[in-house]
């Protein structure tokens, strides 16, 4: 049984443990439909200040255009009417006091300025036959594992374009902390630079540092590496964030709106990458060879803003961010597995159920978002439709 009496169908994982099938239209839990209500009704207030100001507005101009203001003032002047003006001064007053707090109150906008997304250069392209000959000479892979690696690489959906860092290229492959540095200091480098030149930005400019990438976390951290690079202010606030998997970009999206909120006039640079050469996986465990074949060398990093000085040029403005949290659950929790296997080689496990689970969970949080972005209309149309079901 769903959340709210829902039921849904259920598969099992590994003969004990069992995950919701979300392929098959399972209904959608109730608690996230009311927990994007919640985020709804919690501006209500706002909404319908705002309201009833523009009705009020539209009424003057009514009255105004219909000459009934006019009459008005005159019937006063005729009757010797006068306002008492303390009590006028209070009203003005407490108008200013009401408007300053609604005004303090108000969330701050949050504004993209710019974006880049890391290109390798040529010489670390890698095609499918470079890679499997790379994988044959490596030694690590009996032949059963080799043709796991092919099969899963002609089904992955990747170009022949994609690229690998140094360490991993190099024959025999280097995987150690130097060359797992040097592709982060490639690729992070590389994306803020570029994305600091497309929006005019300095380094010094930057009042906050997010920097995410799950697998490799040194000392010094991957945002001082930046700080030192660039040579930011001493008062840069910076974040560290690791092990947080795929879904670390929209988190650091969703940490930098946080902190604009709370720190005025300020640009936010947010920077995302994976490290993957202390991570490639020399053993002949499938469920740890997958990440071979899907993860490439790759990196973003984006600009952000709360000053509304910005709103003319930026590309876009962020609305929304709902987060939705699945950990609590074994399957959910394990799906993405840090380990080593029994010869000791450490790599990533990704579980073969990972698509169904991550289907349920961005279901989930389509369901959490969808009050704050659908019309009114279509959220009618869905009542109805889960009332009849």
């Known amino acids: 049984m769903g959340s709210g009496g829902q039921r849904t169908t259920e598969v099992p994982i590994g003969g004990v443990e069992k995950v919701p099938d979300y392929r098959h239209g399972a209904p959608v839990g109730l608690k996230y439909v009311k927990r994007g209500y919640h985020l ?20 003057l101009a009514n009255m105004y255009q219909q000459g009934e203001l006019t009459r008005m003032i005159s019937v006063a002047r005729q009757t010797d009417l006068t306002f008492d003006l303390l009590t006028f001064v209070a009203s003005v007053l407490l108008l200013a006091f009401v408007a300053a707090t609604y005004i303090a109150s108000r969330s701050k906008p949050v504004y993209l300025l710019g974006y880049h997304c890391y290109k390798a250069p040529q010489h670390l392209k890698v095609t499918y036959d470079w890679f499997m000959n790379h994988s044959r000479k490596s ?8 043709i796991f690696q092919q099969k899963v690489l002609a089904r992955s959906g990747l170009g022949q374009e994609t690229y690998l860092p140094p360490g991993i290229m190099a024959e025999p492959p280097e995987i150690n902390m130097e060359t797992a540095r ?24 930057v009042d906050i540092l997010i920097v995410n990438c799950s697998l490799f976390n040194p000392t010094p951290s991957l945002s001082a590496m930046i700080v030192n690079h660039f040579k930011m202010r001493t008062n840069v606030v910076t974040y560290n964030l690791g092990g947080m998997g795929c879904s670390a970009g929209v988190i650091s999206i969703g940490l930098a709106r946080e902190l604009l909120q709370v720190h005025s006039n300020s640009t936010a640079l947010v920077v995302s990458t994976e490290n993957i050469t202390q991570n490639w996986y020399f053993g002949n465990d499938r469920s740890m060879l997958i990440p071979n074949c899907l993860f490439r060398l790759g990196g973003a990093a984006m600009v952000l803003s709360n000053k509304r000085s910005d709103s003319r040029r930026a590309k876009y403005e962020l609305l929304n961010v709902v987060r939705t949290h699945m950990g609590q659950d074994d399957a959910h929790f394990e799906c993405v597995y840090q380990r080593q296997d029994k010869q000791g080689q450490p790599g990533v496990t990704l579980s073969k159920d990972l698509m169904r689970i991550a289907g349920g969970s961005l279901k989930a949080n389509i369901t959490t978002l969808g009050p704050l972005v659908l019309p009114l209309s279509e959220q009618l149309l869905f009542f109805c439709q889960l009332g009849s079901s």
């Not at 690590?140 to 594992?145: G, I, K, R, V, Y």
């Not at 040097?182 to 400019?205: D, I, N, W, Y």
Request: negative net charge.
């Open 182 to 205: 040097e592709e982060a200091r490639e690729v992070l480098f590389t994306c803020v630079a570029e994305a600091l030149k497309s929006t005019g930005t300095k380094a010094q400019a």
């Open 139 to 146: 030694g690590a892979f009996n032949d059963e594992s080799l």
């Open 40 to 59: 709804l009704i919690s501006h209500a207030l706002t909404l319908a200040l705002a309201f009833l100001a523009a009705m009020g507005v539209l009424e």
